[in-house]
């Protein structure tokens, strides 16, 4: 395996576009890192730039220590799974697995090794004379993995691979590929636009948002200290609630309750005195009272219930409070319903706050002691010489600037 390195990668179509801007990243040898972000945010082509399949317009790209900016993409040891299996249909599944390593010319025994333990791994040894038409989409997506395997590359490239598979199916697969992963001990880039695959595949993920790094860190740095107001909502199921309230001896006011905070975001609020700011809350830490079990605190703020969503084991409200709806997550089954006026209570340890101009976070001190090293990611390996230095995310050039307006 290897580490890849990416230093101030861009990605230009033609002289308007710019899809990848002053992308720099770290990857560890042996590291999951997935790349997460909406649509049109350039992770799979900066995933489609590493792989060879699209131009590099400037930076430099290694692979362990070679630079790989001009290497053809079969000469970079690197095996990629596609969103669409790709699998030839006239082949069966021994065949499929097989064929690259046909045309590299690999001894026959060689190749029978590689494909019968790929399938072993992926417990598909009873499949291996079907045709991809007897198939199904997990089977499929097995396979497209098995032909990626039997490469034993030094990185593992993957493209949305489980986005055509039902909800049941996807929860499978990320299991299965955690598992793969532990058991080749794999360096693997994963992009994905859903963020529970992110939180629960990835050693570390970069969130991305217009061809910019937003954050770089482990999914639970990601979920407890977001960098700016943008991972915080992209961040979490349902999203982090953003009300937007003014400071006021120290506290937040919404409408006419206050909600103090606690510990450095209490003194860093300060210098907000009088202006408004974003307070940030996520759904479940906040509870209702007489309802729920009361969360740390005593901050307390009136609102009326809009949307009631049962869902089972939990229940999802829509809160209408000081005319900005929150959402709020109750374990089990809330009885209320719409129009109620209830009162919900702030867990004064868990809130945020951001910046109504630049959109970064007001500093509630870092997730180092709370987490352990904040950029550093436990890989769950015992490997004598994994590298342990994290990768910090980048702030872009307009970003900066408008931070200092």
Partial sequence: MAEVILEHIEKMYGSKQHAVKDFNLHIQDREFMVFVGPSGCGKSTTLRMIAGLEDISDGILKIGDRVVNDVPPKDR?????????????????????????????TPKDEIERRVRDAAKILQIEHLLGRKP?????????????????????????????????????????????????RRLGATIVYVTHDQVEAMTLGNR???????????????????????????AGFIGSPSMNLITGTV??????????????????????????????????????????????????????????????????????????????????????????????????IDQTRLHAFDTATEQAIDRGTALGKRGQADTPDLGYEYPGVAKKGAEAILSKERMAASSD
């Fill in 205 to 231: 993920i970069v969130v991305m948002r217009d061809g910019l790094i937003m954050q770089v860190d482990t999914p639970m740095n990601l979920y407890d200290f977001p960098q700016n107001k943008f991972v």
């Fill in 77 to 105: 040891d690197i095996a990629m799974v596609f969103q669409n299996y790709a699998l030839y249909p006239h082949m069966n599944v021994y065949e499929n697995m097989a064929f690259g390593l046909k045309l590299r010319k």
């Fill in 248 to 345: 006021k001896n120290g506290q937040f006011m919404v409408g006419n309750d206050p909600v103090a905070a606690m510990g450095k975001l209490a003194q860093s609020l300060k210098a907000y005195e009088g202006k408004e700011v974003l307070m940030g809350i996520r759904p479940e830490h906040i509870g209702l009272i007489g309802l729920t079990e009361t969360p740390v605190g005593t901050n307390v703020i009136h609102g009326k219930v809009v949307v009631v969503e049962p869902l089972g084991a939990q229940t999802d409200l829509i809160v209408e409070v000081a005319g900005q709806d929150m959402t709020v997550k109750v374990e089990g089954q809330a009885l209320v319903q719409p129009g109620d006026d209830i009162e919900l209570v």
């Fill in 133 to 181: 038409k007897e198939l199904s989409g997990g089977q499929r997506q097995r396979v497209a993995m098995g032909r990626a395997i039997v490469r034993e590359p030094a990185v593992f490239l993957m493209d949305e691979p489980l986005s055509n598979l039902d909800a049941k199916l996807r929860v499978e697969m990320r299991s299965q590929i955690n598992q793969l992963h």
